[in-house]
Nanobody
Framework: QVQLVESGGDFVQPGGSLRLSCVVS????????MDWVRQSPGKGLEWVSS????????NYADSVKGRFTMSRDSARNTMYLQMNDLKPEDTAVYYC?????RGQGTQVTVSS
């Protein structure tokens, strides 16, 4: 059974950093295209980043390019999203995603 569990969200001031984690089970992490997506209040899902299967390199939305870094540790069945220089517009619930499956999400709030 495919499961994805996100964690690491928090309240942070502008310019701060957070690292989100996504622990997966039920499949081999590095064999599939994986995404991070987010949803802000009153808005639809927004794609943030993705990484292909074995040997893939991450791709990023323009809004986060240069600030966010996606990575994975297959030995730990865990995917990460390192977020630096956070802005108020990054406030959202962040989800890791495999196909149409997502976890429960983790809340990131950026505010002074």
């Amino acid at each position: 059974q495919v499961q994805l569990v996100e964690s690491g969200g928090d309240f942070v001031q502008p310019g701060g950093s957070l690292r989100l984690s996504c622990v997966v089970s039920g499949f081999t992490l590095n064999r599939y295209l994986m995404d991070w997506v987010r949803q802000s209040p009153g808005k639809g899902l927004e794609w943030v980043s993705s990484i292909n299967g074995i040997g893939g390199t991450p791709n990023y939305a323009d809004s986060v390019k240069g600030r966010f870094t996606m990575s994975r540790d297959s030995a730990r069945n865990t995917m990460y999203l390192q977020m630096n220089d956070l802005k108020p517009e990054d406030t959202a619930v962040y989800y890791c995603q495999k196909g149409t499956r997502r976890g429960q999400g983790t809340q990131v709030t950026v505010s002074s």
